[in-house]
């Protein structure tokens, strides 16, 4: 294996535990904005990790030039549309968490 075969591994394990760790952040978070974070933030970063690995690894410009692309179109919309479902949800009236027990578990 080349220096860029290791570098390439190297960058889709790193994606490949970015991916993960948003996922779990997901599943562990407690409200919906919270939530939300990891899935917008995380998997920007996965996805450019592993697209980079992919460059490293392109065997013409033509496939080095699409991976920039879709490189650049990824940091565009995700951030965008995560911001987009966000406001949504405060358009639709959902409260974001604020620590507090909900008013039915709060004691007298």
Do not use: C
Not at 2 to 24: C, H, K, M
Not at 88 to 96: E, N, S, T, Y
């Amino acid at each position: 294996m080349s220096v860029l075969d290791w570098i390439s591994a190297v960058l889709l394990a790193l994606g490949v535990f970015v991916a993960l760790t948003s996922a779990v952040g997901v599943l562990r978070m407690p409200d919906f904005f919270t939530r939300i974070h990891p899935a917008g933030k995380n998997d920007s970063l996965a996805q450019l990790l592993v697209l980079g690995a992919l460059l490293l690894q392109a065997t013409s410009w033509q496939v080095a030039v699409k991976l920039l692309m879709i490189s650049a179109f990824l940091l565009v919309t995700t951030p965008s549309s995560t911001y987009a479902i966000a406001r949504a949800a405060l358009v639709d009236g959902r409260q974001p968490w604020t620590g507090d027990p909900p008013p039915e578990e709060a004691s007298p």
